[in-house]
């Protein structure tokens, strides 16, 4: 798949808080959520991001709280992934397990401003910078989360497993 | 080469032989915890791939503590939601209304998790319960929903660190500065997907509330666990409270570390980490005139009988200052109880204090004691991220029940010593 848009740019240690505080979990419905994407972090993002815009962050995005609103927040807001430095552990599971593609990248971040396009190849983790035609790799992918991901999430993976092992 | 305890307990629920850090697993789960924010996703997760019943209802914790007493309809609607969920399951360890307590302080308290166990939460505090040498991580609601189903969860095998803490801890200083300190240390990613292990003499002796604050906020330093041998202290606590058999597991001498860190603890002095990261730690002598508004003694880090009545001996006989809003926090009903039996509630009220139920609600900016604009809390709790009490212009400046209690009486950040 290739993934293309605008990025924003944020910085490290963007916490669960930032990206959907917790005064806005009484609800699990993603269209709410999305309305409140990143608003402690930035509380114009969603008027300003388009559908395909992509989030770039710095070091230990996601960490704090295991809130899965969190990541179903980014994906209702219609951003088409998340590259970041690195990723807190429990965002980056989550991640995989709902279905919102994340790539890491520790070059990206220097290399863009706010605004610029950026594509993604899912498959391969080949970056791309529209504009001067820079290329960055991202960090490879366990075989295991490629399967995550290829069968949809964790539910679906289970339920296909369940399936095979009942054959 | 040896293996270290965390290697072990989850080698321990599957069916191999070996293991090493960095594998990915497939492993069974003892217990699996959800509350009022994360459980409607993994209910309705579980319900979309057809689940029926779950794996083991003795196995399913789920715990509404965290906008409760329901704080709006929505909430409401939420609880309910669980509530037909557990009732429908007939989920044994289910607690709403007055059996809520906070579910980090109430899973050890009652018993439901033991030494030796795997314990999945969808709360990222499950980390907890590497206090009691349980392997206990935070995961997501899509997690929970898979072992709601299945009984398994996936794993990458962590690295672990070692933390050696020597020397006597001075007065006033506790399993909570400790960790404070560490994390100043090493950073909120400085334990990123990695066991903390904490060893050394000074854990031989530290009260197992202590450890439970410690391994509360490994997840501050972004571990996957964190995690204590088992020993005589913790089976003191955990003998009268098990109903189900425990094993106590402890790490090889050859066991692999990625990193060894000691820390003189008799030097150190009560900490605080200042806005808006846990790692923004500084003695509490470098926190002066830095006024409040507020204090909040509680949460799944420091609510439990042991930290009210550290609160309770400073705050004895004396008052918040006029300026300061002191809220405590019993963590469960059974502390709650126990601090009326023991006058402490009578001393905190006295103090001015009001007295919350059990809840999560004031530490994540829910409800029960929410920051408005440019106000400012020293808190006992976990995180000090921006908004995380309140308006995004609040600020949490975390620490010990000590230095919580002080700062309430002096209307500023302050060490009991000054009292």
């Known amino acids: 798949m290739i993934l293309k848009g605008k990025v924003w740019k944020f910085g490290d240690n963007i916490d669960t808080d930032a990206i959907i505080p917790a005064r806005y979990l009484t609800t699990s419905d993603p269209q709410e959520l999305a309305k409140h994407c990143m608003e402690d972090a930035d509380p114009a993002f969603i008027t300003k991001m388009k559908p395909g815009d992509i989030i770039v962050g710095g070091e230990n995005f996601g960490c704090g709280s295991s809130r899965e609103h969190a990541p179903i927040a980014i994906k209702a807001a219609g951003v088409s992934c998340v590259v970041a430095k690195s990723f807190a552990r429990i965002f980056y599971r989550n991640s995989f397990n709902m279905g919102l593609p994340i790539f890491e990248s520790r070059e990206l971040m220097g290399a863009i401003k706010d605004g610029d396009e950026i594509s993604l190849d899912s498959a391969k983790g080949i970056i791309t910078v529209t504009k001067g035609n820079k290329i960055f790799s991202s960090n490879s992918i366990p075989p295991f989360m490629e399967q995550l991901i290829s069968d949809g999430g964790l539910m679906k993976h289970i339920g296909k497993k369940r399936k095979e092992s009942r054959v | ?419």
């Open chain 2, 1 to 419: 080469m040896g293996n270290t305890i965390t290697e072990k307990i989850l080698m321990a629920h599957t069916d191999l032989k070996e293991i090493r850090a960095g594998q990915l697993i497939n492993a069974k789960v003892d217990i699996a915890l959800g509350n009022d924010i994360t459980a409607p996703i993994a209910i309705k997760e579980f319900q979309k791939a057809g689940g029926k019943k779950v794996f083991d209802k003795n196995k399913v914790v789920l715990v509404l503590d965290h906008f409760t007493p329901n704080k709006d309809i929505d909430s409401a609607q939420q609880c309910k939601f669980v509530h037909e969920f557990a009732m429908e399951q007939q989920v044994t360890h289910f607690y709403e209304g007055g059996q809520v307590g906070i579910e980090h302080a109430l899973l050890p308290e009652k018993g439901i998790v033991l030494p030796g166990d795997l314990v999945i939460g969808a709360d990222s505090h499950t980390c907890t319960y590497g206090a009691l040498g349980a392997f206990a991580t935070g995961v997501g609601s899509t997690d929970l929903a898979a072992v709601m189903l299945t009984g398994e969860l996936w794993f990458k095998v962590p690295q672990s660190m070692k933390f050696i803490i020597k020397g006597k801890m001075p007065k006033w200083v506790s399993g909570k500065d400790l960790i404070l300190n560490i994390i100043g240390r090493i950073g909120v990613d400085g334990a990123l997907y990695k066991a903390m292990e904490f060893a050394g003499e000074t854990i031989g002796k530290l009260p197992m509330a202590d450890r439970l604050s410690m391994a509360n906020m490994a997840i501050e330093a972004g571990a996957k666990n964190g995690i204590f041998a088992p020993d005589a202290i913790t089976k003191e606590y955990v003998e009268p409270r098990a109903k189900r058999p425990y094993k106590f597991y402890s790490s090889d001498a050859d066991a692999v570390y990625s990193d060894t860190i000691e820390i003189d603890a008799g030097k150190l002095e009560p900490q605080v980490a200042f806005p808006h990261l846990p790692s923004n730690v500084k003695g509490v002598s470098k926190a002066r005139n830095i006024k409040i508004d507020q204090a909040l003694i509680g949460s799944c880090t420091n609510g439990r009988i042991e930290d009210l009545r550290i609160a309770a001996a400073i705050l004895k006989k004396r008052k918040a200052a006029s300026t300061v809003r002191l809220i405590v926090v019993p963590a469960t009903p059974d502390i709650y109880k126990q601090a009326i039996k023991e006058g402490l509630i009578e001393i905190f009220m006295n103090a001015d204090a009001v007295i919350s139920p059990p809840s999560c609600g004031a530490c994540l900016g829910g409800h029960l004691g929410i920051l408005a604009e440019g106000e400012r809390a020293v808190a006992t709790t976990n995180r000090n991220f921006v908004g995380r009490m309140g308006h995004p212009q609040s600020e949490v400046y975390l620490a010990s029940p000590a230095v919580a209690a002080a700062s309430a009486i002096l209307g500023r950040i302050a060490s009991p010593e000054e009292l």
